[in-house]
């Protein structure tokens, strides 16, 4: 059974940090591309940044430069570390995982970015 469990969510204020862990199991980490997505109220879900089995990422314009992905073959953990956070990017933020032919998600976890 595939689980995907995410961490790291909060309350920040405006131009602060945060770092979003995504646990996996269930499946053969290192091969599974990874991804960060995002669901703001009122608003479609869309991708923040991924990471395929090999390495290579790619980001949304709204974030790059900011925000970073990265992932530990050896912890089944990829990572999304935040930083110079705006208000928009406020959401609740959710993992996903591409293995085989299927595509899992985890349960989310929320960011606030407020003063």
């Known amino acids: 059974q595939v689980q995907l469990v995410e961490s790291g969510g909060g309350l920040v204020q405006p131009g602060g940090s945060l770092r979003l862990s995504c646990a996996a199991s269930?499946?053969?980490?290192?091969?599974?591309?990874m991804g960060w997505y995002r669901q703001a109220p009122g608003k479609q879900r869309e991708l923040v940044a991924a990471?395929?089995?090999?390495?290579?990422?790619n980001y949304a314009d709204s974030v790059k430069g900011r925000f970073t992905i990265s992932r530990d073959n050896a912890k089944n953990t990829v990572y999304l570390q935040m930083n110079s956070l705006k208000p928009e990017d406020t959401a609740v933020y959710y993992c996903?995982?591409?293995?085989?032919?299927?595509?899992?998600w985890g349960q989310g976890t929320q960011v606030t970015v407020s003063s």
């Open positions: 996903d995982a591409l293995y085989g032919s299927g595509r899992y």
């Open positions: 269930g499946i053969i980490f290192r091969r599974a591309a």
């Open positions: 990471v395929t089995s090999s390495g290579s990422t």
